[in-house]
T-cell receptor, first 117, second 110 residues
């Protein structure tokens, strides 16, 4: 089946630093990827939709200058959390739409746990 | 915004029994629905999906039922096993967006 990877799986950083998270579709090309964040015991919250070669579409309330998304290729999207603060600590999950499934099949990465100290 | 909600936040079942997890959705235009399983510290895992032109779809030990009249979705797990313990999310597809419910935590008692 389709595989999506994320790197790193866990990152601890100091407040004020920036962290980059990578999301890769390993065996298919994804023109559309999604970024979610998830707090403990809560559902996934969509942050932004990333389309290859164009600017990401951010959900209401998500600061685009703080959460930089780059989808430079059909297999890679990156999320950079700039000037991270403790409240940014969360589980960040990406997903990719597999076009072979008619564009509906969404495959998730394993997630990246960000801890800001 | 869209809302997809679950009736029961937690569910405990005896190993071997059948589990039923329910979900309500609000957008009558949604045409695709998915159930995901998420184990602790991991990303969601696709279980089964159903399109709006179907009422029922079966997989291996899982069945999804869709009632468009009352905007209700359910996931049935047959012969629940300890490995089924996880949080289950339903999601609806509206346009190119996916909206997730709050999740139901399923605990299987050996």
């Amino acid at each position: 089946g389709a595989v999506v990877s994320q790197h790193p799986s866990w990152v601890i950083c100091k407040s004020g630093t920036s962290v980059k998270i990578e999301c890769r579709s390993l065996d298919f090309q994804a023109t559309t990827m999604f970024w979610y964040r998830q707090f403990p015991k809560q559902s996934l919250m969509l942050m932004a939709t990333s389309n290859e070669g164009s600017k990401a579409t951010y959900e209401q309330g998500v600061e685009k200058d703080k959460f930089l998304i780059n989808h430079a290729s059909l297999t890679l999207s990156t999320l950079t959390v700039t000037s991270a603060h403790p409240e940014d600590s969360s589980f960040y999950i990406c997903s990719a739409l597999n076009p072979q499934g008619g564009g509906y099949e969404q495959y998730f990465g394993p997630g990246t746990r960000l801890t800001v100290t | 915004g869209e809302s997809v909600g679950l009736h029961l936040p937690t569910l405990s079942v005896q190993e071997g029994d059948n589990s039923i997890i329910n979900c309500a959705y609000s957008n009558s235009a949604s045409d695709y629905f998915i159930w995901y399983k998420q184990e602790s510290g991991k990303g969601p895992q696709f279980i089964i999906d159903i399109r709006s032109n179907m009422d029922k779809r079966q997989g291996q030990r899982v069945t999804v039922l869709l009632n468009k009249t009352v905007k209700h979705l359910s996931l049935q797990i047959a012969a629940t096993q300890p490995g089924d313990s996880a949080v289950y999310f339903c999601a609806e597809n509206a346009g190119n967006q996916f909206y997730f419910g709050t999740g139901t935590s399923l605990t299987v008692i050996p």
